[in-house]
C-alpha cells in the first residue's frame, strides 16, 4: 500500500512547533526578508504616488490643457494660425496666454552683488488656467505683479538677505518684492532652473531690456479649452484636434497636452523607479541569501530531528513540505512587516530627496506597490530556499542510532560525485539566476536592463563571495602559522569565526555587497566632482557671460581690460541663427523619428572661426583657410548622431539665404572652454554680417568676483553672468541630494548583510552558550568573554568592510576609466567605511547575542 | 578542605518551589577522593554544581579552603574556579574552534601568568595525546576528547577536581583510562577528587562514598584514610 502523504495541514503544524522553539533565530530571518520588502515597497509606493499626482493634476502641472515650447516668438504668420484654434462643438473661444523664462542677474540696492536667477514673464491675468499660485502673504498673482512689482522664491531672499518690501533690479529696471512664492503649478514644466525664480508680468519683462537679440529665452503658449456643449467636459477629439492645429502653428515647437502627462517627467521617472528598484532588489536577494543560509544551517542542526521523523515513517516529501511552508511562512511574516516598514520608508522619502522634487506628490495606499513588494519578497526567498530545502532529502534515518557517518575517500572522481548528488541543486541554482532576471525585468520594465541586472550581479556576487572565501582562508592559514604567539582572547576570537555553522562567507558577502554599493557611489561622487573642481585651473574660464549683443561686445572686452583681477581676457564667441535644410541630400523636415535632433537642426546655433577655436582638438579634415569658401566643422557628437562626415554635403539657411556647404573638418570640444558653446563652426564670410547674440568666457579671480560683478552689472544689466564656482556649488547639491538617495537604499543592503549577521549568531547561540559556560567554568571573567565574542563580531566586519572596499574602489576605478575621469584613492572614505562596518558588525553581534553573559553556568550545562 | 552548612537548593517552577538538595552538611578534607552517587534525580550534579561554585545555594553555606565561596561576586566566583578547581564534564566540553592544545592552555591563559605551552604540552603526552595535540575535537574520539579535558583540568594543579560522570560517555576501556588518570592525579599531587558516578564500579575505588536520595545524603561511607601525595612525601 503506498505511503500517504502527510497533508498540508499537519505539515504546517509541526513546521510552526519547529519555528516557535528557536524564535530569536527566526524574527532576524523575517526581518532579513522585510528589509528588502521595505525598501521596494517604500520606493515604488512613492513613484505610485507621484504618478498618481502627475496624473490628478496634469493640468496644473502644466498650466493648462495643452502647451507649446518655443525659442523664439511667433512672427505674424504663426500667431494668425494661433488665434484661430478651436474645435467643433465647443461653447468658447480658445483662451491662450504667453510665459517667458529666462536667465538673468538680479541684485537688491542694499547689495548690489547681483546673482543669477531664473526669471519667469506671465500675464497674472490669464496665468495659471489650472491651479494657483500660493503666494506669502497671500494675494492675488494679479495684485502681486502690478506696476513694477515682482514676486521671488524664498531662496532669493535668503541669498541677498531681502525681504518682501525690498527693491530689486532687473536689467535695466528696478521692482518692489511684493510677495514670496510658495507655490508654483506649472514649475516642473518649465524646465530646470539654475537660480532662484523671480516672477514679474509680461507687459514689465519688455521694459527690463533683457530679451535682446539672440537671447536664451524659451516660451511656453498655454492653452485652455472652453468645455464641449451639452456635456461640460472636455473630449480628447477636442483636445487632439487642437493639438494637431498648435503642431501646424508652430512647428518647431514641443506640443504638450494633460492627457499625456509630462512625457520627460514621466519617463524620468519610470528610469529612476527602474534604477532605485533594483538596488532595492539587492537588498531583497540578499535578504533571501541570508534566509537560505539560516534555513541551511537550521536544517543541519535538525539532523536528528529530520532523521527521527524519517525513522518514524515520514517521507522526503513529506520533509519538504514541512519546511516550504517554514519558509513561506516566515516569508510570507517577513513580507508583511515589510509592507508596514515600506509604508513608513514611503513617507520618509520625500525628505530625503529634498528639493530635487519639485511637486507635492500624494501619497496614497499604494496597493500596487504593496503586492509587488510582498510577491517579489516571497517569490525571492521561496527560490534561493528551494536548494537548501532539498538536502532533507539526503538525511538517512540510520542517524538515530549512529551519528558518525562514513565519509568517502577524497578524490577526484568523490569529488564528482558528490557534486553529480547535487544535480537538482545545481539546476535549481540556474533557474534562480534566470528567474532573478525575470523580477528584474519586471521591476525595471525592460528584458535587457533585466537579464544585465541578474548577470552582473550574479557574477559580483560571485567575485564577492571568493574574496570573501580567499579572505577567510588566507586569514585562516595565517592563524594557523602564528596561533599560538598571539594573545589569546584575540586567538579565540579569530579561531571562532570558523565555529560550525557560522555563515562567515556568507556574512562577508552579503555585508560586502552593501559597504560596496555605498562606498561606490560616493567614490564616483567624489572622483566626478574633483575632477570638475580641479580642471578649474587659472589657464581655463571661471566665468562665462550669456546675452551679449553685437553693440556691446567692444565695450565689454574694453570694461574687461580695465578691471582688476581678470587673470585671462575674455574671449567672445558669436552665435548667429539658422537653419538646416538637408544633410547629404536628405531633408531634415523628412527626418523625423529617426533619434535626429530635428530641433537642434531647424534652429541651430552657428558660429564663425578661421582658425579652430581654444580647447577645441581636430579630428577629422582640415580647417578652411579662405574665410569665403562654402563650407563648415561639425562637432564629433553631431557628427555620430547626424551620420555624417568629412565630405558631407549640408543645405543650410542663413538669414533667409541657403548655402549648400560642404564637411571639411570635426573637431572635439573640452567642455572647458568657450569652444564648446558651439558644434557648427562656419568660415567668418559666411556669418559676420547676420546678427548676431555673442557669448563670453574669462577668468577671474575668484577673490575678487563680488566686486568684479556689481560693476559688471552697473554698467551692463543685461549680461547674464555664470559664475561656475556658484555653479559647481548646484550641481554639487543636486548631486548629492540624488547621491544620497541612492546610499539610502544601498544602506537596506547593510541592514540586510546585518540581518545574516543577527541570525547567524542567533543559530549558534546554543554553542556560544556553551562556550561562555565552559569558559566560566574555567575562571574567564565577563569582560574575557566579551573581548572573545567582540574580536570575532570586529575581524568578521573588518573583513566584509575590506571585501566592499577593495570591490568599491576597483568598479570605481573601472568606471571613471569609462568616463575618462582620473581615479584617487580616498583614505578617508575607505577607512571610515571599514571602521564604521566593525562597529555596527560588533554591535548587531552583541545584539543578537544577548543574556549570553548573565547565563550561570550550571543552568546550561544541566540543559544538556 | 571543603566545608557545606545546611545547604539547601530549590528552583521556582511558576508558582510551584521544586526542592533540589534539602539540607546538606558535609566536610571533604584535603586529598580525598569522594564519590557522589545516587539515582537519577537525586541532586547530586547540582550538589557538584554548587561545590565548584557554578551555581549558588538557596540557603546554607559553602567554603572553599576557608573562602566562602556561597557570597562570592561573579568575579571572584572566576578567580576560584579558575585557581583553586578543575572541572571534568560527562560530555568534555571542549571548545571546538580550539585545537586540543589551545583547549588545555586555555585555563592557564585565563588563570596564570607566563607560558603554559610546555606544561600543557607535557600533560597532553601524559594522557597519551602526544601525536594529536593539533587536532580539533571534532577529528578526537570520545576518549580522546575527555583525556583532553582531564589535561585542561590538571593544567593549573588546581588542589580540587570535580568529575561530573566522567566516564558515563566511554567505552570500559576508555573508562578505566580516564579513572586511572584521575586517580592517579589524587595519588600523586593529592588533588582532593569529588566525582558523581552512576557506575558502583567507580565510587568503589574511591576513598569515601555519599549516596544522595530525594536531595539528601543518606549513607555516608568512608573506606580508607587519603593517602599522602606522593609528590609531598616522596
Given amino acids: ?864 | 578542605m571543603i566545608e557545606v552548612k545546611g545547604v539547601r537548593k530549590w528552583i521556582q517552577n511558576g508558582a510551584r518551589r521544586v526542592e533540589i538538595l534539602k539540607g546538606i552538611s558535609l566536610t571533604i578534607p584535603a586529598g580525598q577522593f569522594v564519590a557522589i552517587v545516587g539515582a537519577s534525580g537525586s541532586g547530586k550534579s547540582t550538589l557538584l554544581g554548587l561545590l565548584a561554585g557554578l551555581d549558588s545555594p538557596s540557603e546554607g553555606e559553602i567554603w572553599l579552603d576557608g573562602v566562602p565561596i556561597h557570597n562570592l561576586a561573579e568575579a571572584q566566583l572566576a578567580q576560584v574556579r579558575g585557581s583553586k578547581i578543575g572541572f571534568v564534564f560527562q560530555s568534555y566540553q571542549l571548545i571546538q574552534t580550539l585545537t586540543a592544545l589551545e583547549n588545555v592552555l586555555l585555563p592557564h591563559e585565563l588563570n596564570a601568568s607566563g607560558s603554559g605551552l610546555a606544561k600543557a604540552r607535557r600533560l597532553l603526552a601524559e594522557v597519551g595525546l602526544a601525536e594529536r595535540m593539533e587536532h580539533y575535537p571534532v577529528q578526537l574520539s570520545g576518549g580522546e576528547q575527555q583525556r583532553v579535558a582531564l589535561a585542561r583540568a590538571f593544567v593549573v594543579e588546581p588542589p580540587v577536581v570535580m568529575a561530573d560522570e566522567p566516564t558515563g560517555n566511554l567505552d570500559s576501556t576508555n573508562g578505566k583510562l580516564v579513572l586511572d588518570l584521575l586517580l592517579d592525579r589524587n595519588k600523586r599531587a593529592g588533588t582532593t577528587l569529588v566525582l558523581v558516578t552512576h557506575d558502583p564500579e567507580v565510587a568503589s575505588r574511591a576513598d569515601r562514598r555519599i549516596v544522595l536520595r530525594d536531595g539528601m545524603i543518606v549513607e555516608d561511607t568512608l573506606f580508607t584514610q587519603p593517602a599522602a601525595s606522593e609528590e609531598n612525601h616522596g
Fill in chain 1, 1 to 864: 500500500m503506498a505511503k500517504q502523504a502527510l497533508s498540508w495541514r499537519r505539515a504546517a503544524a509541526i513546521g510552526w512547533r519547529d519555528l516557535k522553539s528557536a524564535p530569536a533565530k527566526f524574527s532576524f530571518v523575517v526581518l532579513s526578508v522585510a528589509v528588502g520588502v521595505a525598501a521596494l515597497v517604500g520606493v515604488r509606493g512613492l513613484s505610485e504616488g507621484f504618478r498618481w499626482t502627475l496624473s490628478a493634476e496634469s493640468r496644473s502641472l502644466l498650466g493648462g490643457d495643452l502647451s507649446a515650447r518655443v525659442f523664439r516668438m511667433p512672427n505674424a504668420e504663426e500667431q494668425a494660425k494661433l488665434t484661430k484654434l478651436g474645435a467643433p462643438g465647443m461653447t468658447g473661444p480658445v483662451r491662450t496666454t504667453w510665459t517667458t523664462e529666462t536667465l538673468s542677474m538680479a541684485s537688491i540696492p542694499e547689495d548690489p552683488v547681483p546673482i543669477l536667477v531664473t526669471l519667469k514673464a506671465v500675464d497674472p491675468a490669464a496665468y495659471p488656467y489650472y491651479g494657483t499660485v500660493g503666494l506669502e502673504p497671500a494675494m492675488s498673482l494679479e495684485d502681486a505683479l502690478a506696476g513694477d512689482q515682482a514676486v521671488v522664491a524664498d531662496e532669493f531672499l535668503i541669498r541677498l538677505n531681502a525681504r518682501v518690501g525690498s527693491m530689486l533690479k532687473l536689467g535695466g529696471r528696478q521692482f518692489r518684492i511684493a510677495a514670496v512664492i510658495k507655490e508654483e503649478p506649472d514649475r516642473i514644466s518649465a524646465g530646470a532652473g539654475m537660480g532662484p525664480r523671480v516672477m514679474i508680468s509680461n507687459a514689465t519683462l519688455e521694459k527690463t531690456g533683457l530679451l535682446g537679440f539672440g537671447s536664451r529665452a524659451s516660451h511656453r503658449l498655454l492653452v485652455e479649452l472652453p468645455v464641449l456643449a451639452g456635456t461640460g467636459k472636455k473630449a480628447d477629439a477636442q483636445v487632439a484636434a487642437v493639438r494637431t492645429q498648435l503642431e501646424a502653428a508652430l512647428p518647431e515647437a514641443q506640443v504638450m497636452d494633460f492627457r499625456e502627462g509630462n512625457p520627460a517627467l514621466n519617463h524620468g521617472l519610470d528610469n529612476a523607479t527602474a534604477i532605485l528598484s533594483l538596488i532595492c532588489l539587492v537588498a531583497m536577494v540578499l535578504g533571501a541569501i541570508g534566509v537560505a543560509m539560516a534555513m541551511h544551517a537550521h536544517l543541519e542542526q535538525r539532523m536528528d530531528m529530520l532523521a527521527i521523523l524519517k525513522a518514524l515513517g515520514a517521507g522526503s516529501s513529506d520533509l519538504l513540505r514541512i519546511f516550504l511552508l517554514q519558509t513561506l511562512g516566515l516569508g510570507l511574516v517577513g513580507g508583511l512587516v515589510g509592507v508596514g516598514a515600506g509604508i513608513a520608508v514611503m513617507y520618509a522619502l520625500p525628505h530625503a530627496f529634498g528639493t530635487l522634487i519639485p511637486f507635492h506628490a500624494t501619497l496614497g495606499f499604494p496597493w500596487k506597490s504593496i503586492l509587488a513588494g510582498l510577491g517579489t519578497g516571497l517569490l525571492t526567498t521561496l527560490l534561493f530556499c528551494l536548494p537548501p530545502l532539498l538536502d532533507v532529502r539526503a538525511v538517512r534515518p540510520v542517524l538515530v542510532l549512529r551519528r558518525l557517518v562514513e565519509q568517502g575517500p577524497d578524490t577526484f572522481k568523490a569529488w564528482i560525485a558528490r557534486w553529480w548528488a547535487r544535480r537538482l541543486q545545481l539546476a535549481l541554482a540556474a533557474v534562480v539566476v534566470v528567474a532573478l532576471g525575470g523580477i528584474a525585468w519586471g521591476l525595471a520594465d525592460s528584458a535587457k536592463v533585466g537579464m544585465t541586472f541578474a548577470g552582473m550581479f550574479t557574477a559580483a556576487l560571485a567575485v564577492l563571495l571568493v574574496l570573501a572565501w580567499v579572505a577567510l582562508r588566507t586569514l585562516r592559514f595565517l592563524l594557523n602559522r602564528v596561533r599560538l604567539q598571539l594573545p589569546s582572547a584575540l586567538r579565540h576570537g579569530l579561531a571562532n569565526l570558523y565555529r560550525p555553522g557560522n555563515q562567515s562567507a556568507a556574512v562577508l558577502a552579503a555585508l560586502g555587497t552593501g559597504v560596496m554599493l555605498i562606498l561606490a557611489v560616493y567614490l564616483l561622487q567624489a572622483g566626478l566632482l574633483r575632477d570638475i573642481r580641479e580642471t578649474a585651473s587659472p589657464k581655463l574660464p571661471n566665468l562665462f557671460l550669456v546675452d551679449v549683443q553685437t553693440a556691446e561686445a567692444e565695450g565689454i572686452k574694453t570694461f574687461f581690460q580695465h578691471q582688476p583681477g581678470v587673470t585671462q581676457q575674455l574671449t567672445l564667441m558669436p552665435i548667429v541663427q539658422g537653419r538646416f535644410i538637408s544633410l547629404n541630400g536628405k531633408p531634415v523636415a523628412e527626418m523625423k523619428g529617426e533619434h535626429v535632433p530635428r530641433r537642434m537642426l531647424e534652429s541651430a546655433e552657428l558660429s564663425w572661426a578661421d582658425t579652430i577655436p581654444e580647447g577645441d582638438k581636430l579630428t577629422a579634415g582640415a580647417w578652411w583657410h579662405d574665410p569665403n569658401v562654402q563650407e563648415l566643422a561639425l562637432g564629433d557628437w553631431v557628427v555620430e548622431r547626424l551620420h555624417v562626415g568629412v565630405g558631407s554635403s549640408v543645405e543650410l539657411e542663413i538669414g533667409g539665404v541657403a548655402h549648400t556647404l560642404r564637411v571639411a573638418a570635426v573637431f572635439k570640444a573640452d567642455g572647458q572652454h568657450l569652444g564648446a558653446r558651439a558644434s557648427f563652426v562656419l568660415p567668418s564670410g559666411l556669418l559676420k554680417d547676420q546678427p548676431a547674440a555673442w557669448y563670453g568666457g574669462a577668468h577671474v579671480d575668484p577673490k575678487r568676483f563680488p566686486e568684479f560683478e556689481r560693476a559688471l552689472f552697473k554698467a551692463y544689466p543685461t549680461v547674464t553672468v555664470i559664475n561656475i564656482a556658484d555653479m559647481l556649488e548646484r550641481i554639487e547639491s543636486v548631486v548629492d541630494q540624488i547621491t544620497f538617495v541612492v546610499r539610502l537604499l544601498a544602506g537596506f543592503s547593510i541592514l540586510a548583510g546585518l540581518m545574516i549577521l543577527a541570525s547567524s549568531v542567533a543559530s549558534t547561540r546554543f554553542r556560544r552558550m556553551r562556550e561562555a559556560v565552559v569558559l566560566k567554568t574555567l575562571g574567564a571573567t565577563r569582560r574575557r568573554i566579551v573581548t572573545i565574542f567582540s574580536v570575532e563580531f570586529s575581524v568578521l566586519g573588518v573583513l566584509a568592510g575590506g571585501v566592499g572596499v577593495v570591490f568599491a574602489n576597483l568598479l570605481t576605478r573601472v568606471l571613471l576609466r569609462k568616463l575618462e575621469v582620473g581615479f584617487h584613492l580616498e583614505w578617508k572614505a575607505t577607512l571610515i567605511a571599514l571602521a564604521g562596518t566593525a562597529l555596527l558588525a560588533t554591535a548587531t553581534g552583541w545584539i543578537a547575542s544577548y543574556r549570553i553573559l548573565g547565563l550561570r553556568p550550571l543552568e546550561v550545562l544541566r540543559e544538556e
